[in-house]
């Protein structure tokens, strides 16, 4: 179970956008403002650079959005808060 929410002001996710999530949270849930919402966590990568892994989630029309992982390009602490700021998302691995 997870005790950490985070509302986003937008429907999706886009490089650049900014969010704040609680500082003591690797796992949270984002909601959107379609009221979908994703188990999110935020994670390093195998070079120790932060990610953002969002899981699928179903929109309310039915449509599935696949998870996704994002680049992180900022973690600032501010207050009680860390504000995450994201890049690009990186592309899922070609199945083998």
């Not at 953002?52 to 996704?68: C, F, H, I, S, Y």
Request: aromatic share 6%; charged share 25%.
């Amino acid at each position: 179970m997870n005790d950490h929410l985070v509302r986003l002001a937008h429907s999706h996710l886009y490089p650049g956008i900014t969010f704040e999530a609680p500082p003591d949270a690797a796992d949270f849930l984002l909601l959107f403002t379609d009221d979908s919402e994703s188990r999110t966590q935020l994670l390093r990568d195998t070079e120790g650079r932060p990610v953002l892994r969002v899981g699928a989630r179903m929109n309310p029309k039915g449509t599935v959005v696949d998870e996704q992982v994002w680049e992180v390009l900022e973690l600032v602490e501010e207050r009680d808060l860390i504000v995450v700021r994201l890049g690009n998302p990186i592309p899922a691995a070609a199945p083998r």
